[in-house]
């Protein structure tokens, strides 16, 4: 009986602590951007000067602060949950990302589909006669088209995906079809063609690929090389995933977010900030929101890999109830 209990209370230990560091590194996310922008923005010097024997200032205390106000909620949020599963958590996280990806690929199809009418407006000279010279003018600079086009849509998204209950990428494929068949038939037949139909395709294109990761991920459809896998217990696998989620999966996704955001100079940063956009006249303005799309992979990578990480520990652990893939999609 004694050491019943001892294994039962060392299940319940092992739980809480995914669960607690699930919520972290969830939780982690939101404090690290808001960190950046104080730091890139405000001109705050970051928590880097107390760990490294810098100048320390209020204003890293305060950051730092951030960071252990988010692991206090974490804990609390577990202990207020305490009769959830591994299983039940990993499911609402799933949930959650799910309406992230779909909120995504609205973005990207009402984006594309504005953004590329303009370009052929402008480049046809017909938009000053709708709009105006002046909001004409305007409209021809990333600068104004972000904030006042590309933004209002990606809100205008993210209430759409509160709707809608498909994840869309299917659809978005078909899209990328039309949009390359439309360069063919318009170059070969009317010979037309424009900078702005090459890039819409590279726009939706790269969302198809890297917004579909978390889902491809929830449905075991990345290229596994199985030798030894297949024959594993569910116990064996659940080991083999949450050691392979730790070690790369979450490890990946952190570092692609400090690499792309860890300067005013990174990949991702740099082009966000600045609204980067091509060179290619009057092509579509969204090179700097592509940019933006290996932010969104790493986020929502992260969060399934939580999730797939609690999924992991729970057949570890050889609970009842293994992840329904299609209903934790489509609920």
């Not at 037949?189 to 590279?202: H, K, N, P, T």
């Not at 030798?227 to 659940?238: I, L, P, Q, R, S």
Request: net charge neutral.
């Amino acid at each position: 009986m004694t050491m019943a209990g001892d294994v039962y209370a060392s299940n319940r230990g092992l739980q809480y602590s995914v669960r607690v560091f699930g919520w972290c590194m969830l939780i982690g996310v939101p404090i690290y951007f808001l960190n950046n922008y104080f730091i890139f923005v405000q001109g705050w010097p970051g928590i880097e000067p107390i760990f490294a024997g810098g100048e320390v200032t209020v204003d890293s205390w305060l950051q730092l602060g951030l960071y252990l106000l988010g692991l206090v909620f974490a804990i609390a949020l577990v202990r207020k949950n305490s009769s959830r599963t591994l299983r039940d958590e990993a499911a609402r996280i799933t949930r959650f990302n799910t309406y992230l990806v779909r909120a995504a690929f609205w973005a990207v199809f009402l984006v594309g589909l504005v953004d590329m009418s303009l370009s052929f407006l402008r480049i046809e000279g017909i938009l000053p006669y709708i709009v105006g010279d002046q909001l004409n003018a305007d409209l021809g600079r990333v600068h104004f088209r972000g904030p006042y086009v590309h933004i209002p849509l990606i809100i205008i998204s993210l209430l759409i995906a509160l709707r809608s209950r498909t994840l869309g990428f299917q659809w978005l494929a078909l899209l990328v079809v039309f949009a390359e068949l439309a360069i063919v038939f318009s170059r070969f037949i009317f010979s037309y063609e424009q900078a702005f139909m090459g890039d819409l395709v590279r726009f939706w294109y790269a969302a198809l690929f890297l917004f579909a990761s978390a889902y491809t991920l929830v449905e075991e459809g990345h290229v596994r090389v199985d030798v030894f896998y297949a024959g594993f217990t569910n116990k064996t696998k659940g080991f083999v995933n949450a050691i392979g989620t730790l070690l790369m999966g979450i490890t990946l996704c952190w570092t692609i977010l400090f690499v792309g955001m860890g300067s005013k100079a990174s990949i991702i940063y740099s082009p966000l900030a600045n609204f980067e956009v091509s060179q290619s006249g009057f092509g579509m303005h969204v090179k700097y929101l592509m940019a933006g799309f290996l932010a969104v992979f790493a986020v929502t990578m992260l969060i399934q890999f939580v999730s797939y990480l609690m999924e992991a520990v729970a057949d570890y652990l050889e609970q009842p109830g293994h992840q329904d893939h299609e209903a934790s999609l489509t609920g």
